[in-house]
């Protein structure tokens, strides 16, 4: 499985921006498929999770809302509508294989987009 993100940049507190993600993968709705997170210096974070159907999601608390991962399995593709954009908000986002809460999960990460959202 190979994955490349897109969709990042810069935006103002309030904004929205919309991330992909592209799948090379024979079958993909075969994969529970996953957004992550991880600013430089700092963790990883789980931010959504959509099962392989696509008829279960799921959310962290602090993007709860404003974020919905969605997915075309007809076209390879994985999104994530982001809304009420904030500060804190400002990191990479990646996507990955996988289902869970713990980032350690997940598999096949790809490269990154970046995200800042400024004051």
């Known amino acids: 499985v190979l994955l490349v993100e897109s969709g990042g940049g810069s935006v103002q507190a309030g904004g929205s921006l919309e991330l992909s993600c592209a799948a090379s993968v024979r079958t993909f709705s075969d994969y529970n498929m996953g957004w992550l997170r991880q600013a430089p210096g700092k963790e990883r974070e789980w931010v959504a999770t959509?099962?392989?159907?696509?008829?279960?999601?799921f959310y962290a608390y602090f993007v709860e809302g404003r974020f919905t991962i969605t997915r075309d399995n007809e076209k390879n593709m994985l999104h994530l509508p982001m809304n009420n954009l904030k500060p804190e908000d400002t990191t990479n986002y990646y996507c990955?294989?996988?289902?869970?809460?713990?980032?350690?999960?997940?598999?096949?990460w790809g490269p990154g987009t970046r995200v800042t959202v400024s004051a």
């Open positions: 990955a294989v996988g289902i869970g809460n713990t980032p350690q999960v997940y598999g096949h």
């Open positions: 959509i099962t392989w159907t696509g008829g279960q999601r």
